[in-house]
């Protein structure tokens, strides 16, 4: 069976709660810590990526626009069938 927590003298119970706050407190740092590298990591291979092919990047631009554009007139148009079909399926289920 396990030992009850009234059992244990008190210098037990309190060593027991330092030794897991020292460990909670060297786990978060440790967690901390590597997120903090890892954005550090990713904003400097943004930025080489970007120095590596700046040309490729200000050459799709403009190719990317009129391509949003006629996607924002595809999606108005699919919206009344998006519309009808969410009308059928909502009664079928009536």
Known sequence: ?????????RETLVQQ?????????????????????LI?????MSKICANISPAETTAAKPAQKPAATTAKVVA????????????????KER
């Open 1 to 9: 069976m396990l030992p009850l927590l009234t059992n244990l003298p």
């Open 17 to 37: 709660i330092n030794d897991g706050l020292i460990l909670l407190v060297l786990g978060m740092g440790t967690v901390f810590i590597f997120l903090v590298l």
């Open 40 to 44: 550090y990591a990713t904003k400097i």
């Open 76 to 91: 108005k148009s699919n919206d009344a069938a998006i519309a009808a079909a969410i009308a059928a399926a909502y009664d």
